[in-house]
């Protein structure tokens, strides 16, 4: 998503260093580090840090990965601690646009990001699961893949 993103004008929070690393050079992009405890196996943040930081800031947009997409229990992971970071996140955001493969929807992980009513857009990759799909869609969020389009 970060590689996506790279050619345009944004002011940027990443929850990873592979998002940080990503944006870096590009110069229309001005990062703010949310800081905190790495995660070294996903490079995220965690802790008080950037709990903070998303209390302290407002965000136009939150691109929200995850673990599952679960037409009940909403957004999910399965690191307690990113879900309290991502939480804290969506918070600070006015729009939340999800991002997950295809084989995330209609899976639920362990702890819960946020609610289906939260979400303004699902992005995916491929065409998901149609009975996941139709219900995510009776929740009132957009589902759309670039392949579609």
């Known amino acids: 998503m970060a590689k996506a993103m790279a050619d345009r004008r944004f002011t ?3 929850l990873s260093l592979h998002a940080a690393f990503a944006l870096s050079t590009q110069p229309g992009i001005q990062l703010v580090m949310p800081g905190g405890q790495g ?3 996903e490079l995220s943040f965690h802790g008080h840090a950037p709990l903070q930081t998303f209390k302290d800031l407002c965000f136009d947009t939150f691109v929200l990965a995850c673990c599952g997409v679960d037409p ?3 957004a999910t ?3 307690l601690d990113d879900v309290q970071v ?3 996140a969506v918070a600070a955001a ?3 646009v999800l991002v997950a493969t295809a084989d995330k929807i209609g899976r639920a992980a362990l702890g819960r990001i946020c609610s289906l009513e939260e979400v303004a857009l699902l992005v995916t990759d491929a065409p998901a699961d149609p009975p996941a799909v139709e219900a995510l869609r009776e929740r009132g969020v957009e589902v759309v893949h670039p392949a579609a389009d």
Request: aromatic share 6%; charged share 30%; with cysteine.
């Open 12 to 14: 940027v929070s990443p």
């Open 94 to 96: 006015q729009r939340v």
């Open 86 to 88: 991502k939480r804290a």
């Open 39 to 41: 995660c070294p196996e």
């Open 72 to 74: 009940v229990q909403g």
């Open 77 to 79: 992971a399965y690191d």
